[in-house]
């Protein structure tokens, strides 16, 4: 299975981005998927998730500012990001796994990653 992840960019605190995660796998439909960050010097970070029966999942530093949303038809996960933050500065990955899952080590496959950087 193959993740592209797109969408990163250099924005101003406030202001907001779309980043998009395409698998190139058809049973795309039968994963929960996740999107992680990772901060330079950090580990890599639980952001949301949109997990196979429906439900989306949220960490509380973007609860309420992020919004996932998924494709099916078009095996693609959306991280809509609103009211950017500096420390919200990452690399964004998107993984795939199964079960409802916030650790990164449950996750079978990740996209390369895309950069978001935030300026105050």
């Known amino acids: 299975v193959q993740l592209q992840a797109s969408g990163g960019g250099l924005v101003q605190a406030g202001e907001s981005l779309r980043l998009s995660c395409v698998a190139s796998?058809?049973?795309?439909?039968?994963?929960?998927v996740g999107w992680f960050r990772q901060a330079p010097g950090k580990d890599r970070a639980f952001v949301g998730g949109?997990?196979?029966?429906?439900?989306?999942d949220y960490s509380d530093s973007v609860k309420g500012r992020f919004t996932i949303s998924r494709d099916n038809a078009k095996t693609t996960v959306y991280l809509q990001m609103n009211d950017l933050k500096p420390e919200d500065t990452a690399v964004y990955y998107c993984?795939?796994?199964?079960?409802?899952?916030?650790?990164?080590?449950?996750?079978?496959?990740w996209g390369q990653g895309t950069q978001v950087t935030v300026s105050s």
């Open positions: 993984g795939l796994t199964r079960g409802f899952h916030r650790e990164a080590g449950r996750y079978y496959y």
């Open positions: 796998e058809r049973t795309f439909p039968t994963y929960d």
């Open positions: 949109s997990w196979y029966d429906g439900t989306m």
